[in-house]
C-alpha cells in the first residue's frame, strides 16, 4: 500500500479488521487452500479515489483452474456436499450469511476501498443484497422436487422426475457489484448441490477473497466453493470451454458474453447470460415533476452509473420537458461527489483510469453528435476517476450516446409527443435489460409494460431488485435469470424415471 492510499484511510478512518485484511499478502482459495498463482504472477490493485496502489492479487494461469476445476469436481461426484440433508445444506448457508452479517461493515470498508463506491450503499446495497440472496436461496434448498406423472401408455408403469444438480459452476464475475453478482450466481447453486469455482472481475477480488475465508470459517466443505483470480482473457475464457465445468454464468458486456456464450455451446455446456443494458425511461405527462426527477436521477447516477440496468436513456412528454429537465439539474447539484469512503458521497469515482476515459471520450462523442451538453461534463478534481453526473439534451436516438452503453453517470434524454413514439423509442436499441416508467395513471401504464422489450419494468422507482424476483434480460442483454425460482432450473438437470409394475 502506498503512501496516498495509507493517507486516505487514515483521513476517513477504516477498521482494524478491514486494516488487518487489506496489510495481508492475497490469496486465492482452491480446494479449501489458500495458494498463490502457480507461476507467482501478481496484478497491482488501484484504489479509484487516490489513484494509489493498495495490494496486488495472484494472478491464476490454467493450471491454476485446472486444481479449482478438479476440487469442485472432486467434491461434487465423491464429497459430501450432494450427500448432505437439504436441511443441513440450508443451515450452512444460513450459516455463511450470519458470518458475512457479523462482518458486514468490514465487507463493505473493503468493498468501497477496493472498487471506489460509497462505503454507506456497499453495506445498504450489496452486503446486505449478499446476506439476503443467500438467507434467499438457503430456504429453497429444502423445497426442490420433481413431479409423478399418470402416463397414458398402455401398460402399468411409474412415472416421475427427479431434479438433479448440474454439477460443476463457473461464476464469472464483472466489477461493478463484485460480492453482490457473486452471490447471485453462487447462492442458488448450492441451494441445489452444485459446486463452485469463481473468477472475480480482475479490477475487484478482494470481497470475494475475504468471502472465501468466511466460507471456510462457516464449516463448508473444501472444494465446494473454489475462488480464481485473474485476467479475464486467460481464465475466464478457459472456463468457457473446460471439460470439468457443466455450467457456465456469466455476467459482464455483451461482446465478451457473446465470446463466452460461444465457446460454451460449442462444448455443450449450459450457460447464463446476464449482459449489458441502455434502460429507457419513460416520463409521461401526468408525471410528479419532483418526485420522478429524482427517481430518474437515482436511477442513472446510482454506483455512479456503472450498474447493468441503469435508466439511462430518459424520453420525456414535450409538455413537461423543459420542467422536468430544470428539476433533474437541480436534484443531481444535491449529489455530493466524494471519495467512496465518505458516508455522505452519492457519486464516487469510476473504476479505473480506463473507465474514466471512456466515459469522458463517450461525452465528447456526444457534444460531436451534436446533443446538448445540458448539465456537467466534466472530469472532477485532479486525482482519482471522478467524472461529473452529465445530462444531455435533445437527443437523436441514432447517436452513439444513445445507442451504445456508456457505463458511467451520463443521462441521454429526448422529448416525445405520443406513447407510440415513446414506446418506438425505447425498444429501437439492441439491449433489453430493464425500463422504468413515471406516471400515475396506472391503467395507461399496464398497457406500456407488454410493449416494453425488457426483462424489469419498474414503475415509479428503478432497480428495485430483489432475491425472490428474477432478473435478466432480453435481446443482447443476455439470456436465463439470476434470482428467484427461476433460477434454479438453470442449475437443475430433469431426469425422467419410469418403473415397470407389475399389471
Ligand atoms: P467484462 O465483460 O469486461 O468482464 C466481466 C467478467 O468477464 C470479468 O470477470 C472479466 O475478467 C471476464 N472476462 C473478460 N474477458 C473475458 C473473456 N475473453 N472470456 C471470459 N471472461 C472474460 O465486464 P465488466 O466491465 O467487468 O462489467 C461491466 C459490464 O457488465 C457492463 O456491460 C454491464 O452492463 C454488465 N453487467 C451486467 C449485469 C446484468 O445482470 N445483466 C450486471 C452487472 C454488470
Known amino acids: 500500500m502506498d503512501a496516498t492510499v495509507k493517507h486516505y484511510l487514515d483521513q476517513y478512518g477504516i477498521s482494524e479488521a478491514t486494516r488487518r485484511f487489506l496489510a495481508k499478502p492475497q490469496k486465492m482459495f482452491i480446494g479449501g487452500q489458500w495458494v498463490d498463482g502457480s507461476e507467482g504472477e501478481v496484478s497491482a490493485v488501484t484504489e479509484p479515489s487516490t489513484q494509489g496502489l493498495l495490494t496486488s492479487i495472484p494472478l491464476a494461469t490454467t493450471t491454476d483452474l485446472d486444481r479449482a476445476v478438479a476440487a469442485a469436481r472432486y467434491q461434487f461426484d465423491h464429497g459430501e456436499w450432494r450427500r448432505l440433508k437439504p436441511l443441513e445444506r440450508e443451515r450452512l448457508m444460513h450459516r455463511l450469511a450470519d458470518l458475512i452479517e457479523a462482518n458486514a ?47 397414458s401408455l398402455p401398460g402399468n408403469y411409474l412415472a416421475y422426475t427427479r431434479k ?35 473468477k472475480p472481475a480482475e479490477l475487484t477480488s478482494l470481497s470475494t477473497l475475504r468471502f472465501a475465508e468466511l466460507v471456510q470459517e462457516a464449516g463448508i466443505p473444501d472444494g465446494v466453493i473454489n475462488i480464481i483470480t485473474g485476467h479475464g482473457h486467460v481464465i475466464g475464457a478457459a472456463m468457457a470451454s473446460h471439460p470439468g465445468i457443466d455450467k457456465v454464468t456469466f455476467t459482464g458486456s455483451t461482446p465478451v458474453g457473446r465470446e463466452v456464450g460461444h465457446t460454451a455451446v460449442e462444448n455443450i455446456k449450459r450457460v447464463t447470460l446476464e449482459l ?52 433533474l439539474a437541480d436534484y443531481t447539484s444535491t449529489l455530493k461527489i466524494a471519495p ?13 483510469a480506463r473507465q474514466k476515459d471512456s466515459v469522458l471520450s463517450y461525452i465528447d462523442a456526444g457534444v460531436r453528435e451534436g446533443a446538448t451538453l445540458y448539465y456537467g461534463g466534466r472530469p472532477q478534481q485532479e486525482e482519482g476517476f471522478f467524472v461529473e453526473p452529465t445530462i444531455f439534451a435533445h437527443c437523436r436516438n441514432d447517436m452513439r450516446i444513445v445507442q ?6 451520463v443521462l441521454v434524454t429526448a422529448p416525445f409527443d405520443t406513447v407510440e413514439e415513446a414506446i418506438e423509442l425505447a425498444n429501437d436499441s439492441p439491449f433489453g435489460l430493464a425500463a422504468a416508467i413515471y406516471s400515475n395513471d396506472l391503467a395507461r401504464v399496464h398497457t406500456l409494460i407488454p410493449q416494453l422489450h425488457a426483462g424489469s419494468v419498474y414503475v415509479n422507482a428503478h432497480s ?18 439470476d434470482l428467484g425460482p427461476e433460477q434454479l432450473d438453470h442449475l437443475m438437470e430433469t431426469k425422467t424415471v419410469w418403473i415397470t409394475l407389475p399389471s
Open 105 to 151: 461493515d468490514e465487507l463493505a470498508e473493503i468493498e468501497s476501498i477496493d472498487m471506489g463506491k460509497s462505503v454507506s450503499q456497499a453495506r445498504d446495497v450489496d452486503i446486505q443484497g449478499t446476506i439476503d440472496t443467500l438467507r434467499y436461496f438457503a430456504g429453497w434448498a429444502s423445497k426442490l422436487h420433481g413431479r409423478t406423472v399418470e402416463p
Open 164 to 198: 438433479e444438480p448440474i454439477g460443476v459452476v463457473a461464476a464469472i464475475v464483472p466489477w461493478n457489484f463484485p460480492l453482490q453478482t457473486m452471490a447471485w450466481k453462487l447462492a442458488a447453486a448450492l441451494a441445489v448441490g452444485c459446486t463452485a469455482v469463481i
Open 276 to 327: 449489458g443494458g441502455k434502460s429507457p425511461v419513460l416520463v409521461l405527462e401526468d408525471a410528479d415533476i419532483p418526485a420522478a426527477a429524482q427517481a430518474v436521477a437515482n436511477g442513472v447516477f446510482f454506483n455512479s452509473g456503472q450498474v447493468c440496468d441503469a435508466g439511462t436513456r430518459a424520453y420525456i412528454h414535450r409538455s413537461i420537458y423543459d420542467r422536468f429537465l430544470t428539476a
Open 340 to 352: 467512496g469512503l465518505d458516508r455522505e458521497c452519492f457519486i464516487s469515482p469510476l473504476v479505473s
Open 404 to 409: 451504445e452503453e456508456i457505463f458511467g453517470p
Open 464 to 481: 428495485t431488485i430483489d432475491p425472490a424476483l428474477p432478473f435478466g434480460g432480453f435481446k443482447d442483454s443476455g439470456f436465463g435469470k
